[in-house]
């Protein structure tokens, strides 16, 4: 039986909110966080254009870089992913790690 | 008396007169001046004091040491460090190892060590460096170089059998070589020198040999007994064979080698150097290219041009060996050398004294070594003649100043500008003649004096009232014997030596009887229009006559040239003699300058002699004279220069008028044209200064719509805080106040993260690179080290 989308948004949106743990769902959060966060920069980019290159580039790979690092971090503290051999608390510390290089290069580069 | 007395008589005074002819001698016009050697010292100096004292500098230290002696008199081995220099031979000499293998031993390394070799161990006798200290003596010889020097001794190449047997004699003073040695090595030298001397004598020897050849028989005249003979060399050769057997043995090789010297094997050293001083002859024939032309006398290289060096050694080695014929013929009478048939001839040392001046300014070090050397060895008081340098202060003289301070200065010296002592010389003005006429002489054979401040001999040429121009002075030195007949001990002998000095007399001139005529051209009659004369230096203004000039006129100008001053010139400034007033003075430079006042076109007319007057026609109507058809004011200048006029002559003597009237279409395009021409282009005038500008910065959005975004960036963070609020925090696993150290832990833990932020935020705003990563690991190892415990605790 064909269903409205916004139906179907609905079932998504609850069988999310069931089946995911609380840790994730805080995760999930930063993750749209830090998406919201890249789009608006690269749509100023669009519209003013992209004098100076060198801060957006900064900007917008902080916010890309941290993306994936998040990613990573859900990927390997969830409990449905039973592939990892790695502790929860070591993806974090690499998580952290990883953060702080990539906004050193960030920070040099935001000039 | 019958005609064949009268022509013997004729013919003996013919001789008569040529030999005195023959009997004067040309000298040289030029010295080696105090400045000049200053400089050449200075040169030396800069050798020594630039503390080079590697092997391959030895030479030049030698050279420099050597040459500073000639010139100032001292040794300059005071300004080196003795003990780095001793050392330095010392470990050349001790430590060398040639490698022997046959492929690298080229004859430029060859040459080269023993170049090195031979320089070194004279600068070790010269400062003595086997007395001093005990670390700078030679204590063994390397075992190479031992080879070295016999190989070269018994070698073909004569450069190489003196360089070693030079090094050999040297190092024997130092006492280094055993009897045994020492023995071997003399007769090994002797017997190369004798077949040097015996190829010496085959036809076209080349000159690279010869050369070497007189240096080697320096060597032998002076470190071998005068009474040795060559019988040394009978003694026992390596072989067992004698000398003697070798020569008259069957074996052809033997024999060839040997059979040279069996003319040498029963001469004294004595002898030999007689021997050798005649030898010298031939290679002074060979040496010297004589065409008559007192230039071509130098000696050549094997291309034919000029060789310093080759001059230098050959006159070096041959003074010193007419030296040391000298001395060992010590009985004889100074007035016996007047016999000597002479080798070199007057022009040969004057050439070669020239072509040495040629090189006097060098800055090599062997260069002005060879040429301080070269003209020492000329200079030598028995070897050759004397060569008499007569140089003047000052070659040009003023006719305007008079008195004994103008006169000319003549000084009498050597070749070093060292005076001849005045006893012993007479120096005679012969002549003064003008270029133009040698044949008239303004004075005859006068007798100058020597001023005795100066040592110079002073010509008063202005007494004798020369008018203005280049004149040839005859100086004539002769030698004056002392009173009582007998020879000067001072000064040996010479013939008289005559020198021509080209002398400059100038004078003020001045011009007279300047007349402009305009006249109607020829075609139309020749009548003269106005006629105007101006007297030098006014101006036709101060006469107040106006000069106009129609087209189709001709401007015909003037004038005489004559010596003298200006009437208008203060009884102070006017000449102690005025002479040939009235004569014509040829200039070399005569000509009229026409200059527009308006436009700046300039033309230049050619004034030409014509009997007694210069005369000069411009032609309006011509293409050259009609000044592009451009009526007004005209500047007309006349220029007179030439080498003897003190002062040249540039003279506004008249401003005309010219008056074209109505020009013609064709000679109106022609004036604009030229008044365009006059014009520079724009390209070749000086252009403003650039001044850099970097790219501006591109546009920015208006801060207006910047602040906005930076709004719009905070809302996802709103949303966040937002979000999370709503998702809810699960703080069961903090720790409680129950468990303080894990709260500790957790609580620094969590705060050097934010000390990270910050000091990320510190290294945008104020912190280099290198602190902030310093920083950051003091903070990392903080953080790693609580981090840890507080995660540990979480599994609790």
């Known amino acids: 039986m064909s269903e409205s989308p916004l139906a179907i948004f609905k079932k998504l949106f609850v069988a999310y909110k069931n089946t995911t743990t609380q840790s994730l769902k805080i995760i999930d959060c930063f993750l749209l966080f830090q998406f919201l966060t890249g789009i608006f920069q690269f749509a100023y980019v669009f519209l003013v254009g992209k004098f100076p290159f060198n801060s957006f580039l900064a900007g917008f790979i902080s916010t890309v870089g941290s993306f994936v690092l998040t990613i990573n971090l859900r990927t390997l503290v969830d409990p449905e992913n039973k592939e990892t051999k790695v502790s929860t608390k070591r993806a974090f510390v690499d998580f952290l790690i990883c953060n702080v290089i990539l906004h050193l290069a960030v920070f040099n580069y935001i000039g | 008396m019958n005609t064949k007395n009268i022509l013997f008589i004729c013919i003996f005074l013919f001789f008569i007169l040529s030999t005195n002819i023959n009997c004067s001698t040309q000298g040289l016009n030029k010295i080696i001046t105090r400045g000049e050697q200053k400089k050449l010292m200075e040169t030396f100096e800069k050798a020594i004091a630039s503390k080079n004292y590697k092997k391959e500098n030895f030479q030049s230290l030698l050279q420099a040491s050597v040459g500073y002696q000639f010139l100032s008199g001292s040794s300059i081995w005071s300004k080196v460090q003795k003990e780095d220099l001793c050392q330095e031979i010392k470990t050349f ?47 063994k010889l390397s075992p190479a170089i031992k080879e070295l020097l016999l190989k070269s001794i018994n070698g073909k190449s004569s450069r190489n059998i003196y360089l070693s047997g030079q090094t050999f004699f040297e190092l024997e003073k130092t006492k280094i070589f055993n009897e045994k040695e020492t023995s071997k090595f003399r007769k090994v030298i002797l017997r190369s020198f004798g077949k040097m001397l015996a190829l010496l004598e085959e036809d076209d020897p080349e000159v690279e040999f010869s050369q070497y050849v007189l240096e080697l028989a320096v060597l032998v005249v002076e470190n071998y007994d005068s009474e040795t003979s060559y019988q040394e060399l009978a003694d026992d050769d390596d072989d067992g064979d004698t000398i003697i057997d070798k ?158 301070q103008n006169a000319m200065k003549l000084l009498v010296s050597d070749l070093f500008g060292n005076a001849l002592p005045d006893d012993s010389i007479e120096v005679f003005l012969f002549r003064l003649s003008p270029v133009s006429k040698p044949e008239k002489s303004l004075t005859s054979h006068f007798l100058l004096s020597q001023d005795p401040k100066s040592k110079k001999y002073v010509a008063d040429l202005l007494a004798y009232k020369p008018s203005i121009g280049f004149y040839n002075l005859e100086v004539r030195v002769s030698h004056k014997s002392s009173k009582d007949g007998k020879s000067n001990k001072k000064l040996r002998p010479f013939n008289t030596a005559d020198v021509t000095i080209l002398t400059k007399i100038v004078g003020p001139v001045k011009v007279s009887d300047l007349e402009i005529v305009v006249k109607q051209p020829k075609s139309q009659g020749g009548s003269v229009l106005s006629r105007n004369k101006i007297k030098y230096p006014e101006t036709s203004d101060s006469a107040k006559k106006d000069i106009v000039v129609k087209r189709d006129n001709v401007l015909s100008i003037s004038f005489r040239v004559t010596a003298g001053q200006p009437s208008k010139a203060s009884k102070k400034q006017k000449t102690g003699f005025q002479q040939n007033i009235n004569n014509l003075i040829e200039t070399h430079q005569a000509m009229v300058k026409i200059t527009d006042l308006e436009t700046g076109i300039e033309r230049y007319f050619l004034a030409m002699q014509k009997t007694k007057k210069y005369q000069c026609t411009i032609d309006i109507n011509s293409n050259d004279g009609n000044m592009d058809f451009s009526s007004g004011k005209y500047n007309l200048e006349l220029i007179i220069g030439n080498f003897f006029f003190e002062k040249s002559i540039l003279w506004n003597f008249a401003n005309i008028n010219i008056d074209f009237g109505d020009l013609s279409e064709g000679e109106q395009t022609i004036l604009d044209l030229s008044i365009e021409n006059q014009k520079i282009h724009p390209d070749f005038l000086i252009k403003d200064e650039i001044k850099h500008i970097f790219n501006p910065d591109p546009k920015r959005p208006p801060k207006v719509v910047s602040n906005a975004f930076t709004g719009i960036m905070l809302i996802p963070f709103v949303l966040l805080i937002v979000l999370l609020y709503i998702v809810g925090f699960n703080l069961k696993s903090f720790p409680s106040l129950k468990n303080p150290i894990a709260l500790i832990t957790n609580l620094i833990f969590i705060a050097t993260l934010g000390l990270l932020v910050l000091l990320f935020l510190a290294y945008f705003f104020k912190l280099t690179m290198f602190k902030t990563l310093f920083y950051l690991l003091i903070v990392g190892a903080i953080s790693s080290v609580s981090g840890y415990f507080t995660l540990r605790n979480l599994d609790k």
């Open chain 2, 247 to 404: 020569a008259e043995s069957e074996d052809d090789d033997d024999e060839e080698e040997y059979e040279s010297l069996e003319g040498y094997l029963e001469m004294s050293i004595e002898e030999l150097l007689e021997n050798v001083i005649e030898l010298i002859a031939d290679v002074a024939n060979l040496l010297v290219e004589n065409d008559g032309q007192i230039q071509q006398s130098f000696f050549n290289d094997e291309s034919g041009k000029p060789d310093l060096e080759i001059t230098s050694r050959v006159l070096r080695s041959f003074a010193k060996l007419k030296k040391l014929s000298i001395n060992l013929n010590d009985d004889d009478d100074d007035d016996d050398d007047d016999d000597d048939e002479e080798i070199f001839s007057e022009e040969d040392l004057i050439g070669l004294a020239e072509f040495l001046f040629s090189r006097k300014s060098t800055q090599e070090i062997s260069a002005a070594y060879n040429v301080i050397t070269g003209l020492k060895s000329l200079d030598e008081d028995r070897v050759f003649k004397k060569l008499i340098c007569i140089t003047a202060d000052n070659e040009e003289l003023s006719i305007k100043q008079k008195g004994k």
């Open chain 2, 93 to 139: 000499f001790e430590d060398v190892s040639l490698n022997t293998d046959e492929q690298y031993e080229s004859q430029t390394t060859i040459w080269n060590t023993l170049n090195s070799l031979q320089s070194g161990s004279i600068i070790y006798n010269e400062l003595q460096c086997h007395s001093k200290k005990k670390d700078n003596k030679i204590s």
